[in-house]
Structure formats: structure tokens, C-alpha cells
């Protein structure tokens, strides 16, 4: 059966299509005829089921995006709504079933400046048409054969020192407490900059997040311990911002992803002599210095909201190029306990 084709009467001014045997009205105005042909594929595309593979590349990730907003966290969504965007800006109107994985590989070569960013848009556009051959949107993934690449793991442990230095030139006060609460608390930067003050137990010393990166996967709530430093810098904020994220921009705004990336590189900027250094320093700094005071590796990995051990313990392997630390291991491990 032919689809049904928009057509314009004069003495209504308006354009129509007859669907199911009703006449609809799409679009007032002789001059509307793209908005009425848009119209009328909204409406056969709710009365009868997608074709595979007849959508362009645009549709499925519009769809895509449609269902990340619902299921993803924020920031998670804007991260796929910016390279799906560019993605569909070379790439959109060609149909599914045209779709190869050179086509990806050149819109990827068109964007050096991406650099270690290069792996996340393939990630993202892949996930997408990934998602879209679950949903049978279309009927195969044309770049499930893509290789995306191994992220580089964030290994960069921060001494005291280095850290001291690193707070001594942050002169904007809201970003010294975001950056003393990545040091103190072990979260992850997304985390710091989510909290508010609802999540916030002054009775029992914890943050407890409802919101967070592992919460579907583990249903459970994020607690965070606090330090007396953090009780009373939580404290101090939450009369500040009783509604809302504790932690801020110069000008109240909450930190975005962004904005914490941009702080960080300007740091950088005014510590040249630092290695490279990032949010996610902190993290791994806090891990790593709990295992060589001694805490359990199980105990670490609850600190930090992990599921498992299995991060917590690759970072424990490498504590073996800390000699000191070893060497003090390797004489409690052969000491006989002290009779009483």
C-alpha cells in the first residue's frame, strides 16, 4: 500500500493527508508543506511499525538520545548529545543500511583536535546504533567491527607535597573546597559536584547519594564517610546552599564537567613543573594512600563506592614500586608476634 501524501486546500489554507480513512490536518499555511510532510511521519510512524534500516542515521540517534535522557544521568546524556550531534552533522541524512565503518573513521580523522577524546566518539556513536539493532531500528550495527581502543588509566598519585602546592595557587575559594573534597573524600569529581545538601547526614558523618555512577548497576546508595575536615566544611555549606549542589562556580553556578576540566588545565598552566595532573589525581591518590596506611583492600573499596575489589587491587600491585612501603610489608610479614 502506497504511503499517503500531504496535500494543500486553498480554502482552508492548510495542508492534509488522509490516514486510516480520517482526514488529518497537519499544517496551516501554503508555505508549510515540509512541516505537514514532518507531521505525517510522526503520525504513520505511531500507526504502523518502523521499517528496518529506513531511518537515517539522524533518527536513530534522535531516538537514541530520546532514551538517554530518560535512563542516563545528566551529564552522561550531554556527553552523548555532543558527539551524536557532530556525528549527524556529517553523517545524518545517509540511510542505515549506507552506513559503513569508514564513514566513522572520517568523521573521527575531520576532528584531530579530539586527540585521547577519539575513543569516546567512537564509543558513544557506537553505542548508539548498538542500542538501536536491540530496539530493531535497524538490522545490523554498521560499526559493531570498530575497535575503540583501551582509555588510558588514570595512575597519577599526588605526594603531599605536590597537593599543598597544587591548593596553594587556587585563589577562588568555591574551587579550594571542591578540590579539598576530592582529597578528603575519594570521589569521583561528578560526585563532589552532585551532592547537595539533602544528601548530606551531619548525625552520622556521611554523604548518602542516591543519585550516582553505579546506582542502577548495584541499587544501592553511595555513602561517603567524612573526615572531621569534611563534617565541617559540609556543615559550613549547607547553610550556605540549603537547596542545590554544595559545590559551586565563582558565581554560584553549579561545576559542570567542563568547568572542572578548564580549571584543571589552567592549574596545570601555573604548576608546569608538575606532571600531568587531573580530578581524578585525587581519586587515585586517596586509594593509594589508604592501602599503604594500612587499610584493607575491602575496606578501600567501599570507601570508594567500587563493587569490587578488582580496582583496589590493581592499584595494590603497583605499590611494589614504593620500596619503602614494601620493605616495612616485608618485615611485619616475617616478624614473630610478641608473646604476652
Known sequence: MRDPKPWYRKSTDSWYAQVNRRQICLAKGRDNRQEAKRKLAEILAGVRPVKTDSLTAAQVCDKFLAFSQVEHQSDTYKWHLFYLQKFCDRHG??????????????????????????????????????????????????????????????????????????????????????????????????????????????????????????????????????????????????????????????????LTKQAIRLRFRNLRRKLPKLEHFSAYSYRHTYCTDALVNGVGIAHVAELMGHTSTEMVSRVYSKLSQQVAHMREAAARATTPAEKE
Open 93 to 254: 541524512a545517509k540511510p542505515t543500511d549506507s552506513l559503513i565503518p569508514h564513514h566513522l573513521s572520517e568523521w573521527i580523522a575531520a576532528n584531530p583536535s579530539w586527540k585521547g577524546a577519539k575513543r569516546h566518539a567512537k564509543a558513544v556513536v557506537k553505542r548508539a546504533f548498538s542500542w538501536g539493532l536491540r530496539e530493531g531500528l535497524v538490522s545490523k550495527n554498521p560499526f559493531a567491527d570498530v575497535v575503540v581502543g583501551k582509555a588510558g588509566r588514570r595512575t597519577r598519585v599526588l605526594s603531599k607535597e605536590e597537593r599543598e602546592q597544587i591548593l596553594g595557587v587556587i585563589r577562588e575559594l568555591r574551587f579550594r573546597e571542591y578540590v579539598i573534597a576530592l582529597q578528603e573524600t575519594g570521589c569521583r569529581p561528578s560526585e563532589v559536584a552532585g551532592v547537595t545538601a539533602a544528601d548530606v547526614d551531619l548525625t552520622l558523618g556521611v554523604w548518602i547519594m542516591k543519585q550516582h555512577k553505579t546506582a542502577k548497576k548495584t541499587g544501592r546508595d553511595r555513602v561517603v564517610y567524612l573526615t572531621p575536615t569534611m563534617l565541617e566544611l559540609s556543615r559550613k555549606l549547607i547553610e550556605q546552599f540549603p537547596s542545590g549542589p554544595l559545590f559551586r562556580g565563582r558565581k554560584g553556578q553549579p
